[in-house]
């Protein structure tokens, strides 16, 4: 059963921390995206990278957020320091990027709060 | 820039009505559109994706269409059971990446 895997499903941190959220893409998949949900703001695009390249950054907060993908399997999100307005869920995607065509296939979602 | 509408926010209707759901874009330079649901605390699950070349998909009870001209999609759900209660996120696909609507809390009523 193919899926997106994140970790840590739940994490809750005070102000200041780092925190480090961890995605496996479903194998296979060329392209990973990156996104944040809120009550108010609903799903934005925070990052994402094609064949392993970060191809656009622009919705990421860069004095404060870093993602990478140091293999095909492992996409990650790093927040350094985290402050409160940082507290949402944060969902890693992936799929078959030919032509930007294919389907995105969705993780379960790191929830993040931030004391 | 791309902006997603989703009406109504919010939708109760009795189980074994058929409902449909409405999702507007404002750029109809789009790839595909694809359709996804939400249960509460979890993640998105993929329903129906749709390319800019097609005109309608179907799975089961769901049927997504679109009219890319006008800037809409439908998701029509026949014979709505209490299973279906979530909230529906319409995605539109153009310069790449996916913009999201605010969705529609469906409620199914037994």
């Known amino acids: 059963d193919a899926r997106v895997t994140q970790t840590p499903r739940d994490k809750v941190t005070e102000m200041g921390q780092e925190v480090t959220m961890r995605c496996q893409p479903i194998?296979?998949?060329?392209?990973v995206f990156w996104y944040r949900q809120t009550m108010m703001q609903g799903l934005e695009l925070l990052a994402y990278f094609r064949n392993r390249a970060p191809l656009d950054d622009s919705g990421m907060p860069k004095d404060r957020f870093s993602a990478e993908m140091p293999d095909a399997t492992l996409a990650t999100l790093k927040i350094q320091p985290s402050e409160p307005r940082d507290s949402a869920v944060y969902f890693c995607?992936?799929?078959?990027?030919?032509?930007?065509?294919?389907?995105?296939?969705f993780g379960e979602g790191s929830r993040l709060t931030v004391l | 820039k791309q902006e997603v509408t989703q009406i109504p926010a919010a939708l109760s209707v009795p189980e074994g009505e058929n409902l449909v759901l409405n999702c507007s874009f404002t750029?109809?330079?789009?790839?595909?559109l694809q359709w996804f649901r939400q249960d509460p605390g979890k993640g998105l699950t993929s329903l129906l994706l749709?390319?800019?070349?097609?005109r309608e998909q179907t799975s089961g009870r769901l049927n997504a269409s679109l009219d890319k001209s006008s800037g809409r999609s439908t998701l029509y759900i026949a014979a709505s059971q209490p299973g279906d209660s979530a909230t529906y996120l319409c995605a539109v696909n153009s310069d790449e990446k996916l913009t999201f609507g605010t969705g529609t809390r469906l409620t199914i009523i037994p």
């Open positions: 750029d109809s330079a789009i790839y595909n």
């Open positions: 194998l296979g998949h060329n392209t």
């Open positions: 995607a992936s799929g078959l990027g030919v032509g930007n065509t294919g389907e995105l296939f």
């Open positions: 749709i390319q800019s070349s097609q």
